[in-house]
Nanobody, 121 residues
Framework: QVQWTESGGGLVQAGGSLRLSCDVS????????MAWFRQVPGKTHELVAA????????KYADSVKGRFTIDRDNVKKTVYLRMSSLRSESTARYYC??????????????RGQGTLVTDST
């Protein structure tokens, strides 16, 4: 059972910015780390960024370093992905998931519906 909800996707021009949110307040599991993944139809599920919940340490895919920022709000129990300088290849459906910090590319739970980001250029 998916215990989080992604939101914030939409149409954005190349070079634009967007902030995605992942509400984990309904989740009952302990959080080691959370991550954002993305998938384009016909391509594999790709890790975008991960964050260690307690310490706030972060990891990024090389393709998004310097443009995307992952952070979390411990009070709101929300994980964010702030995306800037978006490119056409950023078009994808984005998902959040629970991961183990040591192995951030391995999503631990079933995916939710995700949120779609589309280049409108």
């Amino acid at each position: 059972q998916v215990q989080w909800t992604e939101s914030g996707g939409g149409l954005v021009q190349a070079g634009g910015s967007l902030r995605l949110s992942c509400d984990v307040s309904r989740s009952s599991f302990s959080r080691d780390a959370m991550a954002w993944f993305r998938q384009v139809p016909g391509k594999t599920h790709e890790l975008v960024a991960a964050i260690n919940w307690s310490e706030g340490l972060t990891k990024y895919a090389d393709s998004v370093k310097g443009r995307f920022t992952i952070d979390r709000d411990n009070v709101k129990k929300t994980v964010y992905l702030r995306m800037s300088s978006l490119r056409s290849e950023s078009t994808a459906r984005y998902y959040c998931n629970r991961v183990i910090w040591k192995y951030p590319a391995r999503a631990l739970n079933a995916r939710g519906q995700g949120t779609l980001v589309t280049d409108s250029t």
